[in-house]
């Protein structure tokens, strides 16, 4: 027969492997639940990045379409065509032909066709500051004399003052003394001669 102290034996090896296939249950358990976490932590990284993908094409188709209407409003550029470089399919025939030893390379252009822009003028309207919208007046005109240099010598002359790194007080060229200021108010030295 088995003795108390047996017994007692018995029942701690049968409580420790209960505890020991506990705990390798648990530990499974919990190693499941890390790679479950794992795996959803690393689709919700791949979901950000194709939102962030699909964010960045939908920008991208956004300016382009934007690009489009600046196109379409603004410049009115087209795609070049066919019969821009060739007049006829014999051109295109011509190119597959073997050129000579000494022969250069054609040159190709395109060319636009202006026919139609020379039968009718383009009304285009004032230019426009993209700034603030309101018509641009250019720096000669507010000069009113008829010798273009001394013009082009006065705008360059003020872009140099503005474009200076060295700022005089109220520093001005000759003929903006005389004339004035571009907002019509006349100079203290104007007035002086006056």
């Known amino acids: 027969m088995v003795t108390d102290a047996r017994k007692r ?3 701690w090896a ?18 499941a639940v890390k790679s479950e976490v794992l795996l959803a932590e690393r689709q919700i990284v791949a979901l950000e990045r194709e939102n962030l ?3 960045t094409e939908f920008q991208a188709r956004a300016s382009q379409r934007q690009l489009s209407n600046w196109n379409h ?5 087209e795609a070049p065509r066919a019969d821009q470089y060739f007049d006829s399919e014999r051109q295109l025939a011509s190119l ?9 390379s054609p ?16 009304d285009t309207g ?16 507010a000069v009113e004399e008829a010798d273009p240099g001394a ?14 790194p060295i700022r005089a007080a109220n520093a001005q060229t000759p003929l903006a003394v005389n004339f004035g200021s571009a907002d019509g108010s006349s100079s203290q030295a104007g007035e002086v001669a006056e």
Do not use: K, W
Request: with cysteine; aromatic share 8%; glycine share 10%.
């Open 9 to 11: 034996q018995i029942g």
């Open 14 to 31: 049968a409580a420790l492997a209960m505890c020991v296939g506990l705990f390798a249950l648990l530990s499974l358990s919990t190693h």
């Open 53 to 55: 993908m699909l964010e």
């Open 73 to 77: 409003i603004e410049f009115g550029y």
């Open 96 to 104: 597959g032909q073997p050129l000579g030893p000494d022969a250069p």
């Open 107 to 122: 040159i190709r252009v395109a060319r636009a066709d202006t026919g139609e822009l020379d039968a009718q003028p383009i």
């Open 126 to 141: 004032p230019m426009v500051s993209p700034v603030s919208g309101e018509p641009v007046t250019l720096a000669s005109a």
């Open 151 to 164: 013009a082009f010598t006065e705008a360059f002359g003020n872009f140099l003052i503005e474009a200076s």
